[in-house]
């Protein structure tokens, strides 16, 4: 005897692959924006969350920079202004390829 796959499911069973207009969806958001429709971002951090992490690090890098030049603070300043390691202050200069003061 032979037995075939079912083409169509039964009505108890749930739809595996429904239409997103008929699925719950609650749009709680994340730390950017309280809801996905106000995210500011150009691409969810979810989809890819290395970028995420780039994206927070070279604003956190213009920040960086800012203060160094603009203010004249030193780089342990700076580092406890963030707070972050000195070291990771001089990655920051070293990729906007700002020289530190010695």
Known sequence: MRTYARSRRRRHEPVLDGLPELM?????????ALSCL???LPQCK??????????????RDDE?????????????QVADRFSVSPRTIHRSLKRARVPAAA
């Open 24 to 32: 719950h969806y609650a749009d709680t958001g994340c730390e950017v």
């Open 38 to 40: 106000q995210c500011p």
């Open 46 to 59: 979810y989809d890819d969350l290395a970028w995420y992490q780039a994206y927070k690090q070279r604003n």
């Open 64 to 76: 960086v920079i800012a203060a160094y030049r603009d203010e004249g603070l030193s780089v342990f």
